[in-house]
């Protein structure tokens, strides 16, 4: 019988007619390829059952699903357009990049990290999802995590203060805050238009602690070494804005300059005691390079 459901211009689409592994099957499908070339297909992730790319040879399939042959040019949609720092059956930490969301707003909903690392999980196994631990800003980049099961979510969202060591950051901000090493603690209010500003305690105020030290300065710019005991919206932001030396590149929160085209925050550790083994865990992410721009 002839398997080939091939259009023009679309991938080879195979139906399996009985039970039996994809080796064998794309063996007795495939024309013109050698076993060697059916392998290849398989490393790359280019033969998808049932619309999901799949790499094992063995994979089982059964009467009904469809073998499709994806075209070499086709994005792989195992891979993602950010780095994964770390990833097992509990959690997975990525980098995530400046300018993309980490969860969908009412403007945005699918270019978002949450919807891309959504996507690469359902492409090993389609049942898999994530789940949302934390955020960063659309413009900060650096350590994101989600859980990859409802109990590791759960755990994390009721001992989120005693799990958490550190969540570190790198700024650059503009002038050199005195002293060069302190600790900021204020009362968070959001704005009905979502600014954010330090405020009295009371109804909707939320306590937010930052530390900070200068790493260098110079040309008008001082690189900060932070870490945040609260994971208030905005924190870094406002607490650097009222130090007198806003992050750079944050119009919002009042800099003036804006050297390297985006917020010069980024979010380069997070570590951790792991839910599953009690030990503890550090995740790191470089400073990007051009951070090192402002000070030339």
Not at 146 to 172: C, S
Request: hydrophobic letters at 35%; charged letters at 25%; aromatic letters at 8%.
């Amino acid at each position: 019988m002839e398997h080939n459901d091939k259009r023009r211009g679309e991938a080879p689409v195979f139906p399996v007619d009985g039970p039996t592994t994809l080796l064998p099957f794309l063996l007795a499908s495939v024309k013109g390829k050698s076993r060697n070339n059916v392998k290849s297909l398989l490393s790359r992730r280019l033969v998808a059952v049932d619309g999901v790319p799949v790499s094992r040879f063995d994979t089982p399939l059964l009467p009904g699903q469809k073998v499709t042959i994806l075209p070499s040019s086709a994005p792989r949609a195992d891979a993602l357009p950010f780095p994964i720092l770390y990833e097992d059956e509990h959690l997975i930490v990525v980098n995530k990049p400046a300018k993309l969301l980490s969860v969908a707003n009412e403007k945005e909903k699918l270019r978002t990290a949450y919807h891309m690392v959504t996507d690469y999980v359902k492409s090993k196994r389609i049942d898999d999802r994530i789940y949302v631990l934390h955020r960063l800003d659309r413009d900060t980049s650096g350590v994101l995590m989600f859980a990859r099961d409802p109990e590791t979510k759960e755990l994390f969202q009721a001992h989120w203060n005693d799990m958490i060591v550190r969540r570190g950051y790198l700024a650059v901000v503009e002038g050199v805050p005195k002293p060069e090493r302190d600790t900021i603690r204020s009362w968070l209010v959001e704005t009905d238009t979502h600014l954010v500003f330090s405020g009295q305690p009371g109804p909707g105020a939320k306590e937010a602690v930052t530390s900070y030290q200068v790493v260098k300065a110079g040309s008008g710019y001082a690189l900060l070494d932070i870490t945040i005991e609260t994971g208030r919206k905005n924190q870094i932001r406002v607490h650097m804005k009222e130090l007198g030396c806003p992050v750079a590149g944050d119009k919002q929160y009042g800099s003036r300059t804006n050297p390297i085209g985006r917020l010069c925050l980024h979010a380069n550790e997070l570590a951790f005691t792991h839910p599953a083994t009690g030990e503890p865990v550090v995740f790191k992410a470089k400073m990007p390079r051009d951070f090192n721009r402002p000070f030339h």
